[in-house]
């Protein structure tokens, strides 16, 4: 697809495909015109039979929507893709009115005539432009996805917007009622945009797609650059997109998502190290003898003493990942966790950590959180830290799972509940020279590595297809 007519010489932006039940499918996407106004396009596959469907026929008539009237006309983008709802098809467009974030909803019949609804699906006040906007439902009994279609009994709905404010990607689970056309939050606090996010780190433009043949509801998102331009251009590439991930309903919490890498990154692993029961004292780091580093697929499991966890009289009640010194901050529960895209003597690293902080209420609050202050000695570049709250339930341990390929880390906590995404520029732990390590930074308490599972991880293979 790409910018060749009066209604998209400016951008053919985000856009999503409906398969229709005739077995026929359509895609409608946002063009930007020679005016610079967003519009709603539609196009064809040019050829069914075609199983990557390359290349496609924009209908003649676009475009098909303009923005409404108390509508900017550059606030006006990226169409879900259409559920099936009393005999039509509806979808949500990303929009605002001054600072409320808010999804317009259309119904169509044969995705050529449109009608906007009355009600808006959803808005939130001073949340800002919603782009990217994602609506689909999900089980709360099962661990299959849905049918972008599917509502009744065991179901709730997701509604996911990414904020163009802050840019990131909030999402909220909720109650849809398809005759009113409303949608309504579970927990209002957590409301979308601002509320929970898909991820903590550089992450955004997300998408999902339902998978038939699996049963699955598959999350794509957009790791975008942190460096400067210049070294864009001297490395001929810029942003790229996350593993997949497969997305449902914690049935544990009920009130979030899990996200997990689909299972076919699996059949990327080579060589396995394994530890198990390793003890890392307070204020220590320990060396992990893998060979190459680059590329790893890491599940860990650590367990804090539970009378540790019990007699600690120390609150903590202002901690936050971004704004506590991340890996450096000393606490009597933390941080502890692994250091990846390390070189041998540390002067770089990237640290995922687990913080436990007390309140002043004596609960405890885990803390999931990704450390770049020092993950590269390049100065143009961005070290954040990352991180949240991560739910820990009283039977479980501290898990995680962690993919690096080479400059990009993705941590997945408690199964998937908390995920973090980091875009990483290191100098020296690069091929050979990369380690990984474990660590304990907390003031007092031993932390015990129960399960450590490490794979080195084979390239894709990426088969490039001619257009």
Same mark, same amino acid.
């Given at each position: +697809?790409?910018? %060749?007519?009066?209604?998209?010489?400016?951008?053919?932006?985000?856009? !999503?495909?409906?398969?229709? !039940?005739?077995?026929?499918?359509?895609?409608?996407?946002?063009?930007?015109?020679?005016?610079?106004?967003? /519009? $709603? =396009?539609?196009?064809?596959?040019?050829?069914?039979?075609?199983?990557?469907?390359?290349?496609? /026929?924009?209908?003649?008539?676009?475009?098909?929507?303009?923005?409404?009237?108390?509508?900017?006309?550059?606030?006006?983008?990226?169409?879900?893709?259409?559920?099936?709802?009393?005999?039509?098809?509806?979808?949500?467009?990303? !929009?605002?009115?001054?600072?409320?974030?808010?999804?317009?909803?259309?119904?169509?019949?044969?995705?050529?005539?449109? #009608?906007?609804?009355?009600?808006?699906?959803?808005?939130?006040?001073?949340?800002?432009?919603?782009?990217?906007?994602?609506?689909?439902?999900?089980?709360?009994?099962?661990?299959?996805?849905?049918?972008?279609?599917?509502?009744?009994?065991?179901?709730?709905?997701?509604?996911?917007?990414?904020?163009?404010? =802050?840019?990131?990607?909030?999402?909220?689970?909720?109650?849809?009622?398809?005759?009113?056309?409303?949608?309504?939050? %579970?927990?209002?606090?957590?409301?979308?945009?601002?509320? *929970? @996010?898909?991820?903590?780190?550089?992450?955004?433009?997300?998408?999902?797609?339902?998978?038939? #043949?699996?049963?699955? @509801?598959?999350?794509?998102?957009? *790791?975008?650059?942190?460096?400067?331009?210049?070294?864009?251009?001297?490395?001929?590439?810029?942003?790229?997109?996350? *593993?997949?991930?497969?997305?449902?309903?914690?049935?544990?919490?009920?009130?979030?998502?899990?996200?997990?890498?689909?299972?076919?990154?699996?059949?990327?692993? +080579?060589?396995?190290?394994?530890?198990?029961?390793?003890?890392?004292?307070?204020?220590?780091?320990?060396?992990?003898?893998?060979?190459?580093?680059? $590329?790893?697929?890491?599940?860990?499991?650590?367990?804090? %003493?539970?009378?540790?966890?019990?007699?600690?009289?120390?609150?903590?009640?202002?901690?936050?990942?971004?704004?506590?010194?991340?890996?450096?901050? @000393?606490?009597?529960?933390?941080?502890?966790?692994?250091?990846?895209?390390?070189?041998?003597?540390?002067?770089? &690293?990237?640290?995922?950590?687990?913080? /436990?902080?007390?309140?002043?209420?004596?609960?405890? #609050?885990?803390?999931?959180?990704?450390?770049?202050?020092?993950?590269?000695?390049?100065?143009?570049?961005?070290? &954040?830290?990352?991180?949240?709250?991560?739910? /820990?339930?009283?039977?479980?341990?501290?898990?995680?799972?962690?993919?690096?390929?080479? !400059?990009?880390?993705?941590?997945?906590?408690?199964?998937?509940?908390?995920?973090?995404?980091?875009?990483?520029?290191?100098?020296?732990?690069?091929?050979?020279?990369?380690?990984?390590?474990?660590?304990?930074?907390?003031?007092?308490?031993?932390? #015990?590595?129960?399960?450590? &599972?490490?794979?080195? +991880?084979?390239?894709?293979?990426? &088969?490039?297809?001619?257009?």
């Amino acid at each position: +697809m790409v910018p %060749d007519h009066w209604y998209d010489m400016n951008g053919v932006w985000t856009g !999503s495909v409906t398969l229709i !039940s005739n077995g026929s499918i359509v895609m409608i996407y946002t063009g930007l015109t020679e005016n610079s106004v967003q /519009v $709603q =396009n539609i196009a064809f596959p040019a050829n069914l039979s075609d199983p990557l469907l390359l290349h496609w /026929v924009k209908y003649s008539g676009n475009p098909v929507l303009f923005p409404p009237p108390e509508i900017q006309l550059n606030d006006f983008r990226d169409p879900t893709t259409a559920w099936f709802v009393n005999g039509g098809w509806r979808l949500a467009i990303g !929009s605002k009115v001054n600072t409320t974030g808010i999804a317009l909803v259309y119904e169509t019949s044969d995705f050529v005539e449109y #009608k906007l609804l009355d009600e808006l699906l959803h808005a939130v006040p001073t949340t800002g432009m919603w782009e990217c906007v994602d609506f689909y439902p999900v089980s709360t009994t099962g661990d299959k996805g849905l049918d972008t279609s599917v509502n009744g009994p065991g179901v709730k709905h997701v509604l996911k917007a990414s904020v163009d404010d =802050n840019k990131h990607d909030y999402y909220a689970i909720g109650t849809y009622d398809a005759e009113s056309d409303s949608w309504t939050p %579970d927990d209002p606090e957590l409301d979308v945009g601002i509320g *929970i @996010r898909y991820d903590y780190g550089k992450y955004y433009a997300s998408k999902t797609f339902y998978d038939p #043949k699996k049963e699955r @509801r598959v999350l794509w998102g957009w *790791i975008g650059e942190t460096d400067s331009e210049n070294a864009d251009i001297k490395k001929d590439w810029a942003g790229l997109q996350s *593993i997949p991930r497969e997305v449902v309903f914690d049935t544990k919490t009920k009130s979030n998502l899990i996200q997990w890498p689909v299972e076919e990154v699996e059949s990327l692993r +080579m060589a396995k190290k394994e530890f198990n029961e390793l003890e890392i004292k307070a204020g220590s780091v320990l060396p992990l003898e893998i060979g190459n580093a680059t $590329q790893l697929d890491i599940v860990a499991e650590f367990e804090v %003493d539970s009378n540790a966890l019990e007699r600690t009289m120390e609150t903590d009640v202002l901690y936050n990942c971004s704004t506590s010194d991340g890996a450096a901050k @000393r606490g009597i529960l933390g941080p502890f966790g692994l250091l990846v895209l390390a070189d041998n003597g540390r002067s770089e &690293q990237t640290a995922i950590y687990f913080y /436990v902080a007390k309140g002043i209420d004596g609960n405890l #609050k885990t803390f999931f959180c990704t450390d770049e202050s020092r993950s590269s000695l390049a100065n143009d570049v961005g070290k &954040q830290i990352y991180g949240s709250i991560v739910p /820990v339930l009283n039977d479980e341990k501290f898990a995680v799972r962690i993919l690096v390929d080479h !400059s990009i880390v993705e941590a997945f906590a408690q199964g998937g509940r908390t995920c973090i995404t980091s875009r990483v520029y290191p100098t020296k732990a690069i091929h050979g020279a990369a380690k990984l390590f474990a660590f304990n930074n907390a003031t007092e308490t031993s932390v #015990k590595v129960t399960s450590l &599972q490490i794979w080195g +991880m084979n390239s894709a293979f990426i &088969q490039w297809v001619p257009f």
